[in-house]
């Protein structure tokens, strides 16, 4: 199965599927690839398979990725291409400003934006064992599930809890960076942890997007304004002229990966607000304008 092979063609639905339409034709397929099926030289082609289905899956169960998969193709996951090595093509939505794509421009502190993290970066085989619990046909000695709810920073940073398990009391560790419905696998029992929303972080992968309102004359004139993020307050520069939608990247300010030394990045997303009461002179001085 090609790297460039249609989306929708590697679940076998149409642009107009259903979200359970999307999730049964998800299930149909990784039940068919799994790579404990296959055997030999099949397994190899049956683990390439099971990755791109779950690619596939993780980008159309998302209505923006979805959104930014059927406006520009593959080009919009593409690592490289006409932007030459370690850019990003023309077809991009980081090339040109944003251009293209549903944001109309970003800067950051450095680098390209690396579109594993931005596009989720999950791991085909978590994706799988978050729906089917393991691994196919019960192949694994099946151990009691337990299932426990933290708030959205503690699943960020990292935190300790305690359980009775089997009847003895337990100190649980959860590493830094656990999403919402992953499973934690120990030696006699498995962990599901559910994570509460936050009010104001939006979670997209090892990603976290903010909405952040500034007012009519900050967006035109520009300012500084300080933002939240997991480490803390951030002072932000808002350049005269933004535009409504403006998408800012603050690289290395998202989520740790829990098995990797690396985290993800924070976006910061404008929503200017358009003033409703004007006072006579107010409405002159924008007519003047």
């Known amino acids: 199965m090609a790297n460039n092979t249609d989306f929708y063609q590697i679940l076998g639905v149409s642009k107009n599927a259903s979200d359970q339409e999307l999730k049964s034709a998800y299930r149909k397929q990784a039940l068919k690839w799994h790579p404990d099926k296959h055997a030999g ?72 934006v690396n579109f594993e993290d931005l596009f989720g970066g999950s791991d085909p085989f978590d994706i799988f064992e978050q729906f089917f619990g ?20 503690d699943a960020i940073k990292g935190t300790e809890k305690s359980f009775v398990i089997q009847g003895k009391q337990r100190k649980i560790k959860i590493p830094a960076g656990v999403d919402d419905n992953m499973r934690i696998r120990f030696n006699d029992f498995d962990l599901i942890v559910q994570v509460k929303p936050h009010d104001r972080f939006k979670r997209q992968g090892q990603n976290i997007v903010l909405d952040q309102k500034i007012t009519f004359s900050q967006a035109a004139l520009g300012d500084t304004i300080e933002i939240p993020t997991i480490d803390g307050i951030f002072k932000l520069k808002v350049r005269p002229g933004t535009q409504p939608g403006t998408l800012i990247r603050l690289q290395g300010k998202g989520v ?34």
């Open 41 to 112: 030289e099949a397994k190899k082609e049956a683990e390439e398979k099971f990755k791109e289905i779950n690619r596939a899956y993780e980008v159309l169960r998302d209505p923006q990725k979805k959104q930014m998969y059927d406006q520009l193709g593959h080009n919009a996951f593409t690592r490289n291409g006409s932007g030459g090595p370690g850019g990003f093509g023309a077809g991009s939505p980081f090339s040109g400003g944003f251009q293209q794509g549903p944001f109309q421009y970003s800067y950051s502190s450095s680098g390209n």
């Open 134 to 153: 393991g691994a196919y046909g019960g192949q694994r000695q099946r151990k009691p599930v337990y299932q426990v709810t933290i708030d959205f920073m």
């Open 256 to 289: 740790p990966h829990p098995q990797l030394n690396r985290r993800g990045d924070q976006y910061i997303r404008f929503i200017i607000e358009i003033p409703k009461n004007l006072s006579r002179r107010q409405k002159e001085l924008l007519r003047e304008f």
